[in-house]
């Protein structure tokens, strides 16, 4: 009988990856989605590249009531939580829609998991909780400065709502992973990001000026501390990324150990650097500017990653080059769709 892991927000970006690295493990993904920030499309796509049908329940994971329906209906044995808000600027204009769904639903699945005796969470958190980082590359250690967005605050209270229900025991163990960026797409080409209205990120800003739909990428500031100027991050492939996910549980049930861990490339590349990755892996010109800074943005930030590979047994092998390629790949589809 396979394990069944009960995926939140598994439509979505990350969370449709990690449904592909699940079932590639032999774990039985069931995905719960409100469909806020996915397309119900994507489980179409994700039957082909797995050839199985994922089972799926529309349900928004504030409601208490629908999301038990699953736990009831399902025996589940692990829960990767990823059904959560993530645009940092809309999280300053809208702070009581970020914490309603981002603190109420782990609240929610937290309660569920507690009253069902599922014992294994995998929560998604964000290298944000580190703010403007003290020291480079960041371990775990790195402390945990305040906060600056809504965003990024509620990812310092979940960790902190996770930690608190472990010391009471209200949850048994809970690896928490902080991403850094999350870039690319499956090499298939049928699933990637799927940006809501203008994106806020750089890549699929990068892919859809590549595209024509944007008339050029705006490089925001490149007056930084850095080598070239421009803002550095750690530029994580979504599939390293979802291994990630599976080694997190398969740790759980071997070592029953709760921690929280980077999950990045521990690397840093800054804005022209991911520009010229994209425009060499993909023998094109991009059309880009140097605009100003855009508030908010620290400088620079990138994982120290011995923690996450020692305790997951587990290490990335995709670089930028293939997130940008496979990046690609995914807009063209999406063109022709
Ligand atoms: C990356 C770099 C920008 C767009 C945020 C969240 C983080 C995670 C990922 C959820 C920055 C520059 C961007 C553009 C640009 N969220 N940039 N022009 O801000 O590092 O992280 O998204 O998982 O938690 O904090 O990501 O992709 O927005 O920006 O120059 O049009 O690209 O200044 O230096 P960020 P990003």
Redesign the pocket.
Known sequence: MKKKILVTGGAGYIGSHTVIALCEAGFEPIIADNYSNSEPWILDQLTKITKKKIKNYTVDCTDKDGLKKVFKEEQIYGVIHFAAY?A?GESVENPLKYYQNNIGSLNCVIELMNEYGVENLVFSS???VYGEADYLPVDEKHPIKKAESPYGYSKQVCETLISDCLNSNQLTRAITLR?F??VGAHTSGLIGELPIGTP????P?ITQTAAGIRKY????GNDYKTDDGT?I?DYIHVMDLANAHVKALNTMSETGKSITLNVGTGKGSS?LEAVQSFEKVNQLKLNYRIGPK?SG?IEQIYAATELAEKTLKWRTEYSIDDAMKDAWRWEKNLANK
């Open positions: 993530k940092v964000s290298c944000t991403y960026n999350p806020n990120n750089l890549v800003f990428l705006t490089v925001f803002c991050r804005v855009r943005d």
